[in-house]
């Protein structure tokens, strides 16, 4: 079992940059994968990025590809999304969450553990 709970969201400028974090407890922290989706309003909530393990691999949707970054601090129990060359279309609330099984995976029906969500807002 992990809990999970996201923060940093806010109100920024296009262009402009947010980090947001996930702070997990339970002591199998680091033996998790990791991953963030994002949810607008009157969508599904789609794949951003995930992470293994140990931090050695990640995958991005070709959206968030370059401008997105996903790391974590299993010392400190924690997953990071930075956000760079923000666009309105980036507006979404932001969940991160954690899968079981050893593979890095796109589909939200993988993840079986989900923080509350934090508001990413992209004004123009």
């Known amino acids: 079992q992990v809990q999970l709970v996201e923060s940093g969201g806010g109100l920024v400028q296009a262009g402009g940059s947010l980090r947001l974090s996930c702070a997990a407890s339970?002591?199998?922290?680091?033996?998790?994968?990791m991953g963030w989706f994002r949810q607008a309003p009157g969508k599904e909530r789609e794949f951003v990025t995930t992470?293994?393990?140990?931090?050695?691999?990640?995958i991005y949707a070709d959206s968030v590809k370059g401008r997105f970054t996903i790391s974590r601090d299993n010392a400190k129990n924690t997953v990071y999304l930075q956000m760079n060359s923000l666009k309105p279309e980036d507006t979404a609330v932001y969940y991160c969450?954690?899968?079981?099984?050893?593979?890095?995976?796109?589909?939200?029906?993988?993840?079986?553990?989900w923080g509350q969500g934090t508001q990413v807002t992209v004004s123009l």
């Open positions: 339970g002591r199998t922290f680091s033996s998790y994968n």
């Open positions: 969450a954690a899968p079981v099984g050893r593979a890095l995976r796109r589909e939200k029906e993988a993840y079986a553990y």
């Open positions: 992470i293994s393990w140990s931090g050695g691999s990640t």
